[in-house]
């Protein structure tokens, strides 16, 4: 099959790759460019393990082809924070216990962080709302919640704002 | 602050040892998107497998043509059970004695079942070319009913044992029939039942479901035939297992085959077997000699990989008038599938489902048990559950409330007449086990007045007038479950999977510089091990768990082991951890005595040192004693510090708890909704209580889950309705409550620090209290049981058949 060239900025990098019109975004992620964070738990939008952020929106990365997100920005688990500069929520999830093996954890947090950019005083409901559409088998999600709630607490203190 | 001048307390905490919710360390990766699952690994040239798998449930193997498929450029191979054949591994031994199909051998026994193994250069070329495989089938009648498998016009599933009348776990009686497993005392039972004045009797189901770990299963495969060593990586709860069935099955030497679990995305029993894609990977790299990867996708996971559970149980429970249990007597019909697949210890075709007597004083039982073959996937794995034992306690916990019924009495109050008292243990239960400890009327209180049990009861007496008033159309439903696990798996003089007696170990390294390394045989899957055992470690050996690495998966470097499953890894491996971390205290103590220049017998150990006895400012810190060791002759004692522990535990370990659920169900809808969820867990000495706390609201989660929903269902024909998320129901956020934990503290009295193990209890008692509690909002109605998964379709058609709504 044809492959066509699709140009992304991930993480703030831009970058190609080719694919096939019938590629998944997730496989191109994983396979193509080595960002293996996003995983997959069903190909079929159900589990959201395999979450990512496009143009400001949380999507299900196995929902879309890849040449669907042709342009677009794409930021990803490996994009919210590093080594030196964890996410507020990467923070979080290891101090409340949010994760256990971790297989949810990229997508959740990706989901997570984009519900708290549109919503940044959820209460429990909105939260448990919010990340539905993500499943994880280990947690209960009842350490996942505080882990969220923690996070907009905190990034709602003054300083973090500066 | 000198060393010397620190507290004992703050030297305690320094360590982050034992009873500490020490953060994990394992988070650092997985918050970052840095874990390395097996779909992760990438190699050169390596190539892509997937399956063919059979529409049907039973049909004779006609033909196989893949022409067009090899004609697809990318494709490499296809392989077929003739394929495999030459090589004797187109069937592979299970671990519960039977054999297994790795690809269809003249006929399929179950839809998904493995037919031909695609090789090609991706995974679309892979599953282009799987449809372009031809396969012509010549269907066949189908059994899913187990009831109907010894019926004379029965189809008969395993034509390869037809006439086998003997099989691994003893005579055969039909060629559907696999073994029949009793336990107690049949005639003395069924005298007791004769005789009692109360006899209560259910058929209690506990329907077929699946582990579903958020990542499914998969391995790379690569042979290196320069150096003939062949390395597997993959979805493995017990790697060291693989290893050696590897090596038998391939002929390849064990010492030249390395097997890695990589982190893994959840287990609950869905990984300890060995699946036939783990088999044709590795059979396609030594093939093509390049390395191959298999991955299976969601439908692949739940059609075709082990399920669980699957019996029915047949009950029959004797009182007297006053609630005094006398006996009990369970007939259970096991529906395994197509292949007897559970991963049991070998000597337990039923697992320990004769740990169903429960927390109960019960003189006397009697337990059987007939496994069945089906055309269904193989499995009847522990699910998050030590082999059988979910089914063992909702069997019990639903017969106790069949029977309070019957008595007319309070099914709390029936519990605290017959629990096993805190002085009868060790407890000799009626079916063989010896209970190591307990205090369950104290923890059943706590429980009581947590919840305010009395005060419940009266709102749920009166909701039931509202109801019947017209001024409600909500119930409300109390569910009750004291459970008893039994965990730890276990003693090598009655437990092995495969011959392989059922230990585990630890080997222990201390660096010059006083950090430290531990290996263990066992496998976490979120568990949490590498923060867990280094704070058993660090109570035995005084180095803070932050200084010492835990690795554990990797067969060239870990002990040998028998994995993670059946919440094993605390009572053996943990075990083991400390046995090791004595031996090196040992040897450490006679460093010490030299250093100080006193006898072995002078010095104690205080937290992080030896110190003279009686002269409190003389001592050696274990990190002074570990650099010692390594740059110091010291006369009579070997350079290094190093210890190894093969761990054989005495007795499994007995964790028990008190669970109580409050749910509100709509009778219109059938919908329910969890108000309360308390849960009181003793699981011995507590290690890390955020884990505990973190394992108990995932096991109830999954409790939930199975309770209200979640299942394995086929049709008539044999076909899986629930192979996707959509059907096979995974609560979300919004559907799971948030649990209230509690706990009790009664250690094991054979385990070195007293630990039972947690991580499964959850699911063992929460399904019975989730279950216990949709039963009981209709107890007021004339219900005596009804059977799970609860959904709300369920629930709507046990109000209406009671008449609810008319
Ligand atoms: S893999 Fe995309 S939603 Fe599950
Ligand atoms: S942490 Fe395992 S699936 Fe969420």
Not at chain 2, 241 to 260: D, K, P
């Amino acid at each position: 099959m044809s492959k066509t060239t699709i140009k992304l900025n991930v993480n703030g990098q831009s970058v190609e790759a080719q694919a096939e019109p019938r590629e998944l975004l997730i496989h191109v992620l994983r396979e193509q460019l080595q960002i293996t964070g996003p995983h997959i738990g069903c190909e079929t939008s159900h589990c959201g393990a395999c979450t990512v952020d496009i143009d400001g929106k949380s999507i299900k990365s196995c929902t879309l082809f890849a040449i669907q997100a042709q342009g677009s920005e794409i930021t990803t688990i490996e994009g919210l924070g590093n080594p030196d500069k964890l996410h507020v929520l990467q923070e979080k999830f290891k101090e409340h216990h949010g994760l256990q093996c971790g297989y949810c954890t990229p997508g959740m947090i990706t989901r997570a962080h984009r519900l708290l950019e549109e919503n940044p005083n959820p209460t429990e409901e909105d939260v448990r709302f919010g990340i539905a559409g993500n499943l994880c088998r280990c947690t209960g999600y009842q350490n996942i919640v505080k882990a969220v709630m923690a996070a907009a607490d905190e990034l709602n203190q003054p300083e973090a704002v500066a | 602050m000198s060393a010397a001048e620190e507290t004992i307390q703050e030297r305690t905490a320094a360590l982050k040892g034992l009873g500490t919710s020490r953060k994990r360390v394992e988070d650092a990766r997985f918050t970052q998107g840095k874990g390395n699952y097996v779909d992760d690994i990438k190699m050169p040239d390596m190539l892509f497998g997937d399956f063919v798998r059979s529409p049907y449930a039973h049909a004779r193997v006609k033909s196989i043509d893949s022409s067009a498929a090899m004609a697809v450029p990318g494709v490499i191979a296809v392989l077929t059970a003739q394929d495999l054949e030459p090589l004797s591994l187109h069937w592979m031994p299970t671990l519960a004695g039977d054999k297994q199909m790795v690809l269809a051998d003249g006929k399929v026994l179950f839809q998904g079942q493995e037919v031909a193994f695609v090789v090609a250069e991706d995974r679309y070329i892979a599953a282009d070319a799987v449809d372009l495989v031809q396969v012509e089938y010549e269907e066949l009648p189908v059994l899913v009913d187990p009831f109907k498998a010894e019926l004379p016009d029965a189809p008969v599933l395993r034509e390869d044992i037809a006439d086998a009348t003997e099989g691994a776990h003893g005579p055969r009686r039909h060629p559907n029939h696999i073994f029949t497993w009793e336990q107690g005392d049949k005639s003395a039972t069924e005298a007791v039942l004769a005789e009692a004045p109360v006899v209560a009797e259910e058929m209690v189901y506990y329907h077929r479901t699946h582990p579903c770990p958020m990542e499914t299963c998969g391995a790379v495969a690569s042979m290196d035939k320069v150096n003939g060593k062949l390395t597997l990586w993959g979805t493995f709860q017990a790697p060291h297992v693989v290893r050696t069935v590897a090596s038998l099955l391939s002929g390849i030497a064990e010492h030249n085959i390395r097997v890695v679990s990589p982190d893994i995305g959840g287990g609950f029993g869905n990984k300890v077997g060995v699946y036939p894609g783990y088999v044709c990977a590795i059979v396609a790299s030594i093939v093509t000699g390049q390395p191959v990867k298999w991955i299976e996708d969601r439908m692949e996971n739940l059609s075709a990989t082990a399920f669980a559970r699957d019996y029915w149980m047949k009950g029959k429970i004797a009182a007297t008038d006053d609630g005094k249990i006398l006996g009990l007597w369970c007939h259970t019909t096991a529906d395994h599938g197509a292949f007897d697949a559970c991963a049991d210890p070998t000597k337990y075709p039923a697992g320990f489902m004769n740990i169903c007597t429960g927390s109960y004083d019960i003189p006397m039982a009697y337990l059987a048990v007939d496994g069945i073959y089906t055309n269904k996937a193989p499995g009847g794995v522990a699910y998050r559950c030590s082999f059988r034992v979910t089914e063992a306690a909702y069997f019990i916990e639903r017969m106790i409330e069949v029977l309070a019924i019957k008595l007319n009495m309070d099914a709390a109050e029936l519990r605290a007449k017959n629990f096993i008292r805190k002085d009868q243990f060790p407890y000799h239960s009626a079916l063989g086990w010896e209970y190591d400890s307990g205090d369950y009327h104290t923890a059943w209180n706590k429980a009581l007045e947590a919840v305010n049990y009395t005060g419940l009861r009266a709102e749920q007496a009166q909701q039931v007038e509202d109801f019947k008033a017209g001024k409600t159309r909500k119930l409300m439903g109390i569910g009750l479950c004291h459970f008893t696990e039994i965990v730890g798996a276990g003693p090598v003089k009655n437990c092995d999977i495969l011959g392989m007696g059922m230990f585990d170990s630890c080997e222990i390294r201390i660096h010059p510089t006083g950090s430290a390394i531990a290996r263990l045989g066992t496998i976490s899957q979120g568990q949490g091990h590498a923060t867990t055992f280094a704070q058993i470690l660090a109570s035995e050996i005084g180095i803070s768990a932050d200084d010492i690495t835990v690795e554990e998966g990797d067969t060239d470097t870990a002990p040998y082991g028998l994995g993670t499953y059946g919440s094993r890894s605390t009572p053996v491996a943990g075990a083991a951890t400390a046995m090791a971390g004595r031996k090196i205290r040992a040897k450490a103590q006679m460093i010490a005595a030299y250093l100080l220049e006193v006898h072995d017998n002078d010095i104690e150990w205080e937290v992080d040192r030896f110190v003279v006895k009686g002269a409190p400012e003389r001592f050696k810190t274990m990190k002074e004693v570990a650099f010692a060791s390594y740059t110091q002759v010291i006369p009579g004692v070997e350079p290094g510090l190093e210890a190894v522990s093969y761990y054989d535990p005495p007795n499994m370990t007995y964790p028990f708890g008190a669970y109580i659920c409050v749910m509100d169900i709509d009778v219109d809808t059938g919908e329910s909704d969890i108000r309360q969820f308390y849960a009181l867990d003793d699981c011995g000495t507590r290690i890390n209580p955020m884990i505990i706390e973190g394992q108990v609201h995932g096991g109830l989660t999954e409790a939930l889950a199975i309770a209200l929903g979640q299942e394995i269902a086929y049709d008539e024909l044999g076909n899986v309705k629930t192979g996707s998320l959509m059907d096979f129901f995974i609560p979300t956020s919004w559907e799971t409550p948030n649990y209230q934990t509690d706990f009790t503290e009664t250690p094991s009295p054979h385990h070195p620090i007293g630990a039972k193990g947690v991580g499964e209890s959850p699911n063992v008692g929460g399904v019975p209290a989730f279950s216990n509690a949709i039963n009981d909002a209709f107890r007021a109605f004339g219900l005596t049981h009804t059977h799970m998964p609860h959904d709300h379709w369920r629930i709507w058609k046990t109000a209406n058949d009671l008449g609810l709504h008319s």
